[in-house]
């Protein structure tokens, strides 16, 4: 009986070599035992069947049930879903039940500062691909009771999409919007937060991102308290952050641990690096073809004597630059750092010296290039980094073909289509658009915290203590 049933689970796993599946007595009763040889930890497992046989020897009526073990009736599909997630599995065919226990040692990485999130002060830990590790470095940090965690299961891959948000902040409409979206998810296969995003989003065209991700659990807690929602996979250690707005980009973990004035002042610098990185080229190109004469005359004469030399339009120059640009920031990422590093440095001499001196671009397209860049990496988000740096050509060609007019027009149809954007509903420009005076001031300054309470006094004058 136990052969045949032994040989139907290794059938229902594909006969796959890492599948174990052996016989054993568990509590003097017939079992079978099924697990993953890569997933779980063989000693561990085996001193959880100690602990339960002497729970049993014992006569404790329930010593199946414990903080790491659970029974439950027998399926192919459970048992299916716990070995995938490491768990050993002790399945008694004569009952039709089976016990998961919690041995699960998949590799995984402790948590590190994510690189492309650094701050100079706060912390320095970073989420990992663990949802367990994941919430825990939440909870370690907001020691809270309405700190909820809810999961959604996907069907085939049984992996799980879970929102984590604050009971007492949140607004009840967009958590249940958010689980509505969830459910309503058509596809059975996950393998990235990006899909799930893609169909949460409500306008997914849109080359600005419309939900914050990130890897720092700090930088969670702060949008828990101002009542969004986080939504976590185990297979990811990125976050999605929801519903946000356009300034949440801009902002940093390091505006809030410097400060009042310097978190203020570079706050202002990023939302100024925005329209740099967006219009300067286009104002170049602008000025060379159409306005030339708004510059001083030195600089006039200067410019002229540069640009005589270049055998083709502004605008052809400034997308040479430009994608030259794009193609070493492309080849700096995919590339294994050290041969990374040294394309960096071979790209900076071609554009710095070798890219005038053969007369295939000016000395100021070169500065203006380099200026796009810098004002482009200062904003702290990655997705809203790669948005502004796509949205500058389409500007390069309006100022190419209408100059000061092109930029207008190019301004205007960017603030219309970001007011025709939504996160989950909400106003992507809030709180400029509609306008809410008592959040604005946070958009562009870092606001004090300010003691409630009477600063107790330590020392006072004359040396006597109150």
């Known amino acids: 009986m136990n052969a045949e049933f032994m040989q139907s689970i290794h059938s229902y796993f594909n006969h796959s070599v890492d599948f174990e599946v052996k016989e054993r007595e568990v509590a003097g009763v017939p079992a079978v035992l099924c697990y993953y040889t ?129 009971a007492d902040a949140i607004d009840p409409d967009v958590l249940a919007q958010i689980r509505q979206r969830i459910r309503d998810i058509p596809y059975k296969e996950f393998y990235s937060m990006g899909q799930t995003e893609d169909y949460l989003e409500d306008q997914v065209y849109s080359p600005f991102p419309l939900f914050l991700n990130t890897e720092r659990p700090d930088r969670v807690i702060y949008s828990l308290l101002e009542g969004k929602a986080a939504l976590l996979t185990d297979s990811s250690p990125t976050s999605i952050i929801t519903p946000t707005n356009f300034f949440a980009f801009y902002e940093s973990p390091d505006d809030y641990n410097s400060r009042i004035i310097v978190g203020s002042f570079y706050r202002m610098v990023r939302v100024v690096a925005f329209f740099t990185a967006i219009l300067l080229p286009a104002f170049y190109i602008s000025v060379i073809s ?114 000061f007019l092109g930029m207008v027009l190019g301004t205007l149809f960017l603030f219309i289509h970001l007011l025709n954007l939504s996160s989950l509903g909400q106003p992507y420009l809030s709180p400029l658009v509609p306008f809410d005076p008592s959040r604005f001031k946070d958009v562009f300054f870092r606001v004090p915290f300010y003691r409630p309470d009477k600063q107790q006094q330590t020392f006072n004058h004359g040396g006597k203590r109150s």
């Open 38 to 166: 890569t997933l779980i930890d063989t000693a561990l497992a085996d001193r959880h069947l100690e602990m339960l046989e002497k729970r049993a020897m014992a006569g404790s009526e329930k010593w199946g049930n414990s903080a790491t073990s659970s029974a439950e009736a027998f399926s192919e599909e459970k048992l299916a879903e716990q070995v995938c997630t490491g768990n050993l599995v002790i399945v008694f065919p004569e009952t039709n039940m089976m016990l998961g226990i919690q041995v699960n040692n998949a590799p995984k990485r402790s948590p590190e500062e994510p690189k492309n999130e650094t701050v100079v002060r706060g912390a320095h830990e970073g989420f990992v691909e663990s949802i367990t590790d994941n919430v825990a470095l939440v909870r370690k940090r907001l020691q809270r009771k309405d700190l909820v965690m809810e999961s959604f299961r996907m069907e085939n891959t049984h992996a799980h999409i879970n929102i984590l948000y604050l």
């Open 290 to 403: 159409f306005h030339s004469e708004i510059m001083p005359i030195e600089l006039a004469k200067t410019v002229k004597m540069q640009i005589n030399d270049i055998p083709y339009r502004p605008l052809l120059e400034a997308l040479i630059l430009e994608l030259f640009i794009e193609l070493i920031r492309e080849a700096s990422v995919r590339l294994p750092q050290p041969i990374g590093q040294t394309v960096g440095i071979v790209g900076g001499i071609v554009i710095g010296d070798a890219i005038v001196s053969a007369g295939l671009a000016s000395n100021l397209m070169v500065i203006v290039v380099a200026m796009t860049a810098i004002a482009s990496f200062v904003i702290p988000s990655a997705e809203m980094n790669m948005a502004v740096r796509l949205i500058r050509f389409p500007f390069m060609l309006l100022s190419a073909a209408l100059g």
